[in-house]
């Protein structure tokens, strides 16, 4: 009975169990038929960024491979390149034998997706290959020598602009370049886009220092000596740094030894790019404190980034609560492209078409890392944008501003350093400290205008001096309108001023304290301050007294004279002419009459004349002359008395003059004043004197050796002030560039100088100590002021009234003739039509004869 009960139940369950395995043999063979596609990852698996990559690839293919109904298996093929371009390229080919991939991703350096390009395109069978990186400077004819390579990244220009603008914004003139040796020169390109970018800013690459490339895996504690010494900075002074590129582990090294040796903190100033930006966030390294970082701008507000950035927290849990960075997110869009380029493809799909799918949607695509679109085998961000952060410590940012490519900084980019509690932006250079303070050379082998400069020694010490002048009293001023305390030292210095500008050339000094004039030959070498003192070349003669013989006609101009005579002899004549039939002294001939008239208005300049006017309209020209007469004769008087008491000098002499005559002139104040002499004057070798002392000048002169002196015009305007009297100084029409301290090529000391020097000179303390210590007031009398001939426009108003009243008085002396002669008109019957009148004379009888002479109408018949 049990026995067919075994036997019916086993004849019940074979079937069952039969069925069950075609039903699962089924599903296995429903599943198998996914098409796969192999795609072909080369990573870095020793760097941050690597390990990130892979992490966001595997993310984006478990996405594609997870989605229900899909028929496509999309499966990574990782390989750890290490950076090497020939390991890459080797581990491609194997890729393409033996996985039988169809796109190959990746390669971190370009140098590696250079050489992958190159392999690839040497094979038979073409596929895609997309980049994470891209050529610094874009190679000519790329796509003509790859037409299969996508770039998944932008070259390095933008950022180095970005770089430059950070830079200018601070007002740095001198950087120093930090990388990390790759042992393929990749950064050969980007330091020739920064350098383009730093000199439209006005700056320049001062130095730069190569790392040493280190590997995690075989050096966990680096030798970092060299590296230190390398940063004790023998020759150049600039304490801003720009790290272009490096791992982290490397600048982690990088900046403990930099702060160990007190070069990160408040005047130093550290820029780094996005490669190391971007990995900082979960690294509790506090010595980068107040480091300017850059990154690219993405949105991190949408649900899509949101999602991702939790699952890449997830499956990267070996850093804590790391955040994916740029380079991630475009290693996600990278696998997202082409798993949505698989979903449009047919089931017989080739290498072509999908390459042609992927370009496709990569014209227009809109990613986690953002909007972007194919531009000659680049995928470029629409709208890419640098955020530029401020690393307060190890685990936090500071945002301080943003950077689009076409517009730069809207704003000031801020300072945030939290270790120092900054709240202005580092110097970027090395500034001096009480243990070594800045060291200024003092011109002291110049004997001559010690106004300017004067150091003597204390008590006959050869090592303590005592500096004073009217420059140092600026530079002093100078310090107390510093925002900050500057310690420094004098350092006198014996030879020219040339050798003084060669030594803070060289770094012997790093700043020069006197009265430097700005020339173009030294402003090649160092840097000047704003000028705090004009400075041209002035000639100094002796003084040429005028002693004229025709001085006495110096008072009135030709045109006065000409003029005076003019109204003079009219005057006579309109005075003859009224009183020749009433006055007696007009008797005799008619030359007789006038000579009378003439002598009369002639006596009467200087009031002299005896003789009596009779009519009254002579009497009225007579006393408007006198009137003239009494303003003319007070302005000679006044302007020769002016002219021959106070001499001046005739400033007749010309450095033309000079030159064709040959005569000898001195000079003093620096060889280019006597290279100004031959090349802008061309005086002769042999007629250029140096004269090299102030008091030198006088007995030079005395002694005929020289004729003509020529100066700096502030010394010039000491000498003459000292001198008052014997000599006049002539200003020549050229400038120089002005009296200005000097400082080491881009030192933002200058800078502060220039400002502060600005500031005295428009609240007038300059110019107030220049009057008091160079060119006292009451040391000399102003005699600027010289004596100039009367013109005739002082006196037109009179002579127009004299000539116009003369006139009216002649004529109206006509008028009782004029009525008499209308009157007999009008008596018909006595007169006839033809009635003239003539003149008759009557003789008188006394002893001073004169003759009456009337005019009588009378008939003619």
């Not at 070349?537 to 005028?546: R, T």
């Not at 009296?739 to 007038?764: T, V």
Request: proline share 4%; charged share 20%; aromatic share 12%.
């Amino acid at each position: 009975m049990s026995f067919c009960f075994t036997f019916h139940t086993n004849r019940l369950l074979v079937p069952l169990l039969i069925t069950c395995l075609i039903i699962c043999l089924e599903g296995v063979a429903v599943q198998n038929e996914k098409i796969v596609t192999n795609v072909g990852a080369i990573i870095n698996a020793d760097s941050r960024i690597g390990k990130e990559q892979k992490a966001a690839m595997e993310i984006a293919a478990e996405s594609f491979n997870n989605k229900s109904g899909n028929t496509r298996e999309l499966i990574l093929h990782f390989q750890d390149s290490g950076g090497d371009p020939f390991l890459a390229a080797s581990e491609v080919e194997e890729l393409i034998k033996e996985k039988k991939v169809e796109v190959i991703v990746g390669m971190e350096t370009w140098q590696e997706a250079a050489l992958v390009a190159d392999h690839v395109g040497n094979q038979s069978k073409k596929i895609p290959v997309i980049s994470f990186a891209a050529p610094a400077i874009t190679v000519p004819l790329m796509q003509q020598r790859w037409p299969f390579l996508i770039r998944m990244a932008s070259n390095g220009s933008a950022q180095m602009k970005c770089i430059a603008d950070i830079v200018s914004a601070y007002k740095w003139k001198r950087v120093v370049v930090i990388y990390e040796d790759d042992g393929y020169g990749g950064q050969v390109g980007l330091l020739a886009l920064l350098s383009e970018a730093l000199q439209d800013a006005n700056a320049k690459i001062e130095n730069h220092l190569v790392l040493p490339r280190l590997n995690n895996s075989s050096m966990a504690k680096p030798n970092w000596d060299e590296v230190e010494e390398l940063l004790k900075l023998p020759t150049f002074q600039s304490r801003v740094f720009i790290v272009l590129q490096s791992s982290l582990p490397t600048v982690t090294n990088l900046f403990s030894v930099a702060r160990k040796m007190g070069l990160v903190g408040r005047e130093s100033a550290w820029i780094i790019t996005e490669c190391i930006t971007s990995l900082l966030d979960p690294q509790g390294d506090d010595s980068m404190e107040g480091t300017l970082g850059i990154k690219t701008d993405y949105a991190t507000e949408s649900s899509s980034y949101a999602e991702f950035q939790k699952e890449f927290q997830a499956k990267y849990a070996e850093e804590n609560n790391s955040k994916p960075g740029i380079y991630a997110l475009r290693a996600y869009d990278t696998i997202t492209v082409i798993s949505k380029a698989l979903e449009r493809m047919p089931n017989n799909t080739t290498n072509t078409s999908l390459q042609n799918m992927i370009t496709t949607l990569l014209s227009n695509y809109k990613g986690l890392s953002g909007n972007m679109h194919l531009k000659e085998g680049a995928a470029l961000l629409d709208s890419l944008r640098f955020r530029i952060i401020n690393v307060v410590d190890g685990k936090r940012n500071k945002e301080l501003n943003f950077w689009p490519p076409e517009v730069g900084f809207s704003e000031g980019l801020g300072w945030e350093a939290s270790h120092e509690n900054l709240t202005r932006a580092p110097q970027g250079w090395g500034m001096p400290t009480a243990g070594k303070p800045m060291k200024f050379g003092v011109p002291a082998g110049n004997k001559h205008f010690g106004k300017f400069v004067k150091v003597e020694p204390r008590n006959n010490s050869s090592y303590d001096f005592s500096y004073d002048g009217f420059s140092i009293r600026i530079f002093y001023t100078v310090l107390t309108h510093l925002n900050y305390h500057l310690p420094f030292e004098f350092v006198p210095f014996n030879g020219s001023y040339d050798d003084l500008v060669e030594g803070v050339y060289n770094k012997t000094f790093d700043a020069a304290v006197g009265d430097f004039t700005i020339l173009p030959e030294r402003m090649e070498k160092v840097e000047f301050t704003q000028p705090y003192m004009k400075s041209g070349l002035s000639m100094i003669v002796v003084e040429k007294y005028d002693e004229s013989t025709w001085m006495f006609v110096r008072p009135f101009t030709w045109k006065i004279w000409v003029a005076s005579g003019a109204i003079l002899i009219y005057t006579s004549l309109v005075v003859w002419f009224l009183e020749r039939t009433r006055n007696p002294e007009f008797d005799g001939s008619l030359k007789n009459q006038i000579g009378t008239a003439t002598y009369i208005t002639f006596s009467s300049l200087f009031f002299a004349h005896k003789e009596k006017v009779y009519t009254n309209f002579a009497r009225v020209v007579f006393l408007l002359w006198l009137f003239i007469v009494l303003i003319l004769s007070s302005s000679y008087t006044a302007s020769l008395s002016s002219m021959l008491t106070t001499q001046r000098p005739t400033l007749n002499v010309t450095t033309e003059m000079l030159n064709k005559t040959g005569a000898k002139v001195g000079w003093d104040g620096g060889p280019f004043v006597s290279k100004y002499l031959s090349d802008t004057y061309k005086f002769d070798a042999n007629n250029r004197i140096n004269v090299s002392s102030e008091n030198s000048y006088t007995d030079a002169f005395k002694s005929k050796n020289i004729t003509a002196m020529f100066l700096e015009l502030p010394y010039a305007q000491v000498y003459m002030n000292e001198l008052c009297e014997g000599y006049t100084s002539i200003t020549e029409p050229y400038e120089f560039g002005g009296f200005s301290f000097i400082f080491q090529k881009g030192s933002p000391i200058a800078r502060d100088f220039s400002k502060a020097i600005l500031e005295l000179l428009e609240n007038g303390y300059i110019k107030q100590l220049q009057n008091e210590l160079l060119t006292p007031e009451n040391q000399c009398p102003n005699t600027n002021s010289r004596p100039k001939s009367l013109s005739i426009n002082s006196f037109s108003g009179l002579y127009v009234i004299c000539g116009a009243t003369s006139t009216l008085c002649l004529l109206l002396s006509f008028t009782p003739c004029v009525r008499k002669s209308q009157k007999q008109e009008k008596h018909e019957g006595n007169a006839g039509p033809s009635d003239e009148c003539h003149l008759r004379s009557q003789h008188s009888n006394s002893p001073q004869a004169f003759t009456f002479v009337e005019i009588e109408c009378v008939p003619q018949r």
